[in-house]
């Protein structure tokens, strides 16, 4: 089992930034990826990134609405997952879910477990 726990989410106006922090716990050496995902409510969960867990160099893959704009990133040490989200757009606002996945995939059947995810709301 591997608990995660996201935190950071709030309101943005349009342009500004948010830091997005997800902790994991658990069997977390068993996942090989830990990824972000958004919903928006009577969509379908949306890829955001992800980041291989624990190579030595870490590898990421971004979904491609994200030109750039956000960064994933990981502290081991801390057992802990970073999306820094720079200039935000009210298209962003959604709930966004951590997840840990088996395998470097993007797809959201690839992730057996989810945080109960945090609102990130930009206003215009």
């Known amino acids: 089992q591997v608990q995660l726990v996201e935190s950071g989410g709030g309101l943005v106006q349009a342009g500004g930034s948010l830091k997005l922090s997800c902790a994991a716990s658990g069997r977390t050496d068993s996942s090989f990826v830990i990824g972000w995902f958004r919903q928006i409510p009577g969509k379908e969960r949306e890829f955001v990134t992800f980041i291989t867990w624990r190579t030595t160099v870490p590898v990421t893959h971004y979904g491609d609405f994200v030109k750039g704009r956000f960064t994933i990133s990981r502290d081991n040490a801390k057992n802990t997952v970073y999306l820094q989200m720079n200039g935000l757009e009210p298209g962003d606002t959604a709930i966004y879910y951590c997840?840990?996945?088996?395998?470097?995939?993007?797809?959201?059947?690839?992730?057996?477990?989810w945080g109960q995810g945090t609102q990130v709301t930009v206003s215009s």
């Open positions: 997840a840990a996945g088996r395998r470097a995939l993007t797809d959201v059947a690839n992730y057996d477990y």
